[in-house]
């Protein structure tokens, strides 16, 4: 798995090209252009040809600029792909939505390897895709498994509800009506504690991520206004293991990076651990006691990630 971090997702469309040097000056590690959802049909073209002047004539600094193609069952995607992976040398590579098989993995391996035998080994394109539908939820484990070429998988929220029949309103956010009371009780009110209608999917991705050394990505938290809602969004899954997550506003960009960068408290904390244990695997012991908390080598190994997620972080 590369090391280059994705804390910020950024999301672009490819039709609004007064964002895209606003873009590039944020801070987000990482954007892609949108030729998808946020393109209508009878610009899907034209969003093409805007992506594609933009990653000639915009200078993105050290980000990963990415291009959300269309679907693979609609009559944009392949040239999405031929077209802009063929004439696009600063092009990162592409993310491909609503991933539902294995097959359409290998379709899409087949061509960027036919691509990538035209440009530099190390601007090889890169695939990233997105898990949001019932049938790629299904399937998760074997997609990532069979796919070689995989960087990251981003859980796409919305689409999701939608294939399961939902009608969530409030994309990534918590919904009142998934909720249980408590007891009935002739002394006290019933309350309603909520729950977190997102968790299973949230939890099936990042494990098959995690299985096969594959970055996950947290999805957009649709209501920008909403600060507090999207940190919260956010500690929750970095918490299950998630590695980065989507803005689809600039203000959602410096939240992103704040929850998916290690705090000054952590990297202090694994860098007194590892002295720690360093000391005592000097003196023939396994484990070792630190402000009250046993160490030992599963510590040792929480300590290296901390360091190397705050090592991974660059200026974008």
């Not at 077209?83 to 539902?100: E, S, T």
């Not at 509800?161 to 009142?176: I, M, T, W």
Request: proline share 4%; net charge negative.
């Amino acid at each position: 798995m590369t090391m280059r971090s994705m804390r910020c997702l950024l999301a672009v469309p490819a039709v609004r090209e007064e964002f895209f040097q606003k873009a590039a000056d944020s801070s987000t590690d990482a954007l892609f252009l949108d030729l998808e959802d946020s393109v209508a049909p009878d610009r899907k073209i034209a969003a093409r040809a805007n992506a594609a002047r933009a990653l000639h004539e915009i200078a993105w600094k050290r980000k990963r600029v990415l291009v959300r193609t269309n679907a693979l069952d609609t009559e944009w995607a392949f040239r999405d792909i031929e077209h802009l992976g063929a004439n696009c040398p600063r092009l990162d590579g592409f993310l491909i939505p609503k991933v539902g098989s294995v097959e359409e993995l290998h379709y899409v391996e087949a061509l960027l390897g036919a691509l990538n035998r035209e440009r530099p080994p190390d601007r090889a394109l890169e695939l990233h895709i997105l898990i949001e539908t019932a049938l790629g939820m299904a399937r998760v484990e074997a997609i990532i498994e069979a796919a070689k070429r995989i960087v990251s998988v981003s859980f796409g929220v919305g689409d999701y509800s939608l294939s399961l029949g939902g009608q969530d309103r409030l994309v990534g956010g918590a919904n009142k009506h998934y909720a249980m009371l408590t007891d009935e009780n002739p002394d006290t009110s019933r309350e309603a504690h909520w729950n977190d209608q997102w968790h299973y999917a949230l939890a099936r991705v990042v494990n098959a991520c995690h299985a096969f050394n594959v970055m996950p990505l947290d999805g957009p938290f649709g209501n920008f206004a909403d600060t507090r809602g999207f940190l919260a969004a956010a500690a929750r899954g970095r918490v299950l293991g998630y590695q980065g997550k989507w803005a689809i506003h600039p203000t959602q960009i410096a939240l992103a990076n704040q929850a998916y960068t290690p705090s000054d408290e952590e990297v202090s904390w694994a860098q007194a651990a590892l002295s720690a244990l360093d000391e005592a695997e000097r003196a023939g012991k396994g484990a070792v006691a630190l402000n009250g908390q046993l160490l030992d080598v599963a510590h040792r190994k929480i300590a290296n990630q901390i360091l190397a997620r705050a090592a991974s972080v660059h200026d974008p």
